[in-house]
């Protein structure tokens, strides 16, 4: 009983603490991206002036707001899907994950980033690992762990209706029976009747 409990408390709270780790590491990507691609816009010669270059006056070789766009299109599709929607299936992952490794292969190799500095290595790579390491942990750790806990519950549940129907009722007042008291010494006043009706031969 004490596990069904914990286990009900899980299920009241929503979402699993793994889920929510995962929720967190999202979250951590999209800041993390967030904060390299600000801190390249201040060294490639001061925020608005770089802002302004590679937002409004975009170019597909050399700027890299797309690759901060990817960050935020993996974060919304993520936890819209595993936060908000709680999906126990991988296809949201796969799919997120399929977009910037195609997207990022074909900015390395048709654009111009590596002629812009350290940049040019770091954002790419750094996108294309985070996106692998979540996959990586819905898939292994996640969703099998959930698996397994529901299973964990399900075990209990049905070991405690077991056990409920094996434990006898209890008993009303009307359903118990004594038979009356014997009085003392009839034993011994029926075997001694018993002798005396027995003829004399």
Request: hydrophobic fraction near 45%; include cysteine.
């Amino acid at each position: 009983m004490a596990r069904i409990e914990s286990y009900d408390g899980r299920e009241k709270k929503g979402i699993s603490d793994v889920r929510r780790t995962f929720c967190l590491f999202v979250t951590f990507d999209l800041l993390f991206v967030t904060l390299l691609w600000i801190i390249e816009l201040n060294v490639n010669g001061g925020i608005e002036t770089t802002l302004e270059k590679e937002v409004l006056q975009y170019d597909y070789y050399s700027s890299y707001f797309d690759i901060f766009l990817l960050a935020v299109f993996r974060f919304k599709v993520l936890i819209l899907a595993y936060a908000m929607c709680r999906l126990r299936h991988w296809w949201a992952i796969a799919f997120t994950t399929a977009v910037t490794s195609a997207f990022l292969l074909a900015k390395v190799i048709l654009s111009k980033l590596f002629s812009q500095g350290a940049f040019g290595y770091v954002l790419p790579i750094i996108s294309f690992i985070l996106a692998w390491i979540e996959t990586w942990f819905l898939d292994f750790k996640v969703l099998p762990q959930e698996a397994e806990e529901e299973n964990r519950l399900l075990l209990a549940q049905d070991a405690s209706e077991r056990a409920a129907l094996l434990q006898p009722g209890l008993l009303s007042d009307g359903q118990f029976y004594s038979p009356p008291e014997s009085v003392a010494g009839s034993d011994e006043e029926s075997e001694e009747k018993q002798d005396s009706e027995k003829p004399v031969v």
